[in-house]
Every structure is written in C-alpha cells, then in structure tokens.
C-alpha cells in the first residue's frame, strides 16, 4: 500500500463494509472472556458440571471501563455496542476535540499509556500503518491492569506479540482475545495456543456472506467517483496512513 501511496495511486479499502462485522466479533470475544465460555466449553467437552469453578470468575461489563484504539470507522461500531452495555468508553484519535456519539472521553494519542492504565477492557482496532505498527509496546502492555483484558481486531503487528505473551504468561494482564497475529496462519509452536487466558480466531471477525457482494458494489460506485471527480468511499489518503507513507 505504501509504494501505491507514494506514487499517487488512490487507494481505498473495504472498511465501511467490514465494520459491523469486525465489531460484532469484538464484542463476541470481550464476552467470551468476561462470561467465561472458553472454561465452559472446555467443560462441556469433559461432560463436567463446572458452575463453582465458573461462576465466581464472570465479570459484568455494565459499570466497567473501555478503551478502544482508535476511532475509524470500525472503532465507532465497536465503541456503539460496548455503550449499549452500558460502558464507560474511552478512545484514541488523532483530534481529540471532535467529539464522537457513544464515547465518553477522547484522549489524544500521546496519552494512549492513560487509556491502557484506566481501561478495564481494550480493544484494539486500528490499521496497521508505518505509524501504527508496533504501537502496543512491552511498555503500554506494563500501564494495563492486572485484572484489565485485550481484544485485538487489528492487524498483526500492531500488538507486540511477543509481549504480550509474556505479560500473558507473567499476570500481568489477565487475559486476551486476538484475531490477528504478526504471523498468519499462526505457527503451531506459538506460545499462545497453550495460554488457558487466551481466544484465538483465525483471522476471521470481518467474515460476511455478504462480503463479496457489497464489495462488489463498492468498487463500482468508486468507479463511477473516480470518473466523475467526486470523493471516493474509503479511501486510503497519506494523511490517514501516516507520515511516513509521503516520504
């Protein structure tokens, strides 16, 4: 994408169609690890009544603190359905005076460390991008709760894998639920299919039935901008990607 954007080759992506789905996804892994379903299910397969081992670790997410980073297109679905369960939403962006309806406080990126410090749940969303790749260090990781969780439906890179697997295998987060890896298919050696603390989906949280079809449609009306000068849909601009995309 970069070269493309260095050359002046407009680019757009499927965002506004994907977001949806990927915050669907997000919520469904934030519940999984609150309400405990990888236990349960791991005891359902041993035929085993577990409600005094499952019952105690549940957590409400009504009165509890988000964090999503960062507020696109699919940080907005997210951040509309961790409100409708009745969260305290807070998120990244770029300008944090432009105010975004289901967020309560917008930090600016440079106090993403207080985001992570005061979030008792994560989700990660961004692009990855030469800004964003890399951007949850060893160090944001070490601002989270211990009780605090992460979700991640970005892109791998984003989050420091590695990391994470440590604060993961040390405590010092209580747990993860990811859907992209800095390696895809995730390599069978990888520490994190041992972690009990841990969700992994293949790379799956933008799937649709519909996708083909309203990707399809998105070309052709982008087509038909492009002819008549009008702004495309989803379109990747250097600004958005990044300083670095310009140089």
Known sequence: MAPAIRA????????????????????ALLLALTRRLRQAWAAQGERRWAAEAIAPAVRDLAGATAG?????????????RLKAFGMHVLATRKDPANPYMFV???????????L??????????TPRTPVTEGLI?????????????????????VVSQGALVTALQKGKIAGAALDAFETEPLPPNSALWG???VI???????????????????????????????????????EWYGASAQR
């Open 8 to 27: 002046g080759v407009r680019v757009t992506t499927a965002a506004s169609i994907r977001a949806p789905q990927v915050a669907e996804h997000a919520l």
């Open 195 to 197: 972690l009990e603390n």
């Open 104 to 114: 309560d406080e917008v930090l600016a990126p440079e106090r993403m460390h207080e």
């Open 200 to 238: 992994l989906t293949p790379h799956v949280a933008s799937a649709s039935p519909r996708y083909w079809q309203s990707a399809t449609e998105i070309v052709c009306r982008n087509l038909a901008r492009l002819r008549e000068g009008r702004p495309l849909i989803d379109e990747v601009t250097p």
């Open 68 to 80: 999503v980073v960062a507020m696109g297109t699919i940080g907005q679905e997210i951040a509309q």
């Open 137 to 157: 260090t060893k160090g944001l990781l070490g601002q989270m709760k211990p009780s605090a969780l992460l979700v991640d439906v970005s892109r791998g890179g």
């Open 116 to 125: 992570l410090a005061r979030s008792d749940a994560v989700i990660v969303a």
